[in-house]
């Protein structure tokens, strides 16, 4: 496995993450948030050379999402930009009331994401328009995800949420005890999602009811990825954790040196997540010792490797 890790720019993020059918539709890839595109892509990640740059007024920590050569990014600046993904030309743009932290999700012709201001905004793809938007009452940093007729997040307000994907009505809300910033997972019908209440949950999709917590020493933050019925998070009390998925029970935890806001990935057996102490780990998903971990140049890891091949590709 070969590790590239640096400042990574849209434009290689993007092209190494296409999935079979062309695209990276929502953060880290898809509906477990296992963070791998699980082929090769032709990319030599060797020898990267920046394609285009674009310049916002404002810092970007969002994710950029990708669907049939169109890039869709968000910035501090408090507007969501759409670009062709193979000159960098601005398509269109839309103006948010807040900054944007949480990264979009894009479902057919609809683009989903969050913002400062506590909106949900749903927009046309295509054309950016505003489709329906829908209020919290707090900053929104999860990153949305779509599942059947449905949209999960969290927000600042300490709600779970589930609205209609058609019109933005709510279908449930689940409260719990602090900020939601960590970005849900769905598997078997089943939401999972970290709160800053230092709590792991398990809710059911349909209905928003709890099926079980499990509580960490420190607020959570890092999104969870769902593999081979086990639920797999980082914690800002420096442990990545690993739960069983049927009923939240600890099975192991492996200890950094810092605070964990990076969300893991896995594939082959292994899970990669970055820690504030500057190191990149690799750790045995069945067993949870360390494999392997290796520094950055004084630099935290706070963002969320993606896998391709033989490669990991993480932004410091």
Known sequence: MKIVIGIVLII????PVQTSDDSWLCFKGNTSRNGCACQECGLNVESLELEWSFTTMGAVESSPVYSNGLVVACSYDQHVYCFNSETGKEVWRFRTGGGIESSPCIDGDQVFVGSYDGYMYCLNLHSGDLIWEFYTTDQIISSPLS???NLYFGSCDHFVYCISKDDGKRIWHFETMDEVQSSPAYAKE??????????VYRL????????????TEASITSTPCIHSDTVFIGSWDTYVYCLDFADGNLQWRYKTDEWIESSPSISNGRLYIGSADYNLYCINVASGDLMWKTPAEDSKIVSSPTIVGDYILVGT
């Open 147 to 149: 599942v059947n007729e």
């Open 190 to 199: 089943s939401i999972i999602i970290g709160s800053s209440d230092d709590s």
């Open 204 to 215: 059911d999709s349909k209905t928003g009811e709890l099926i079980w917590r499990f509580e």
């Open 12 to 15: 290689v993020q993007l092209t």
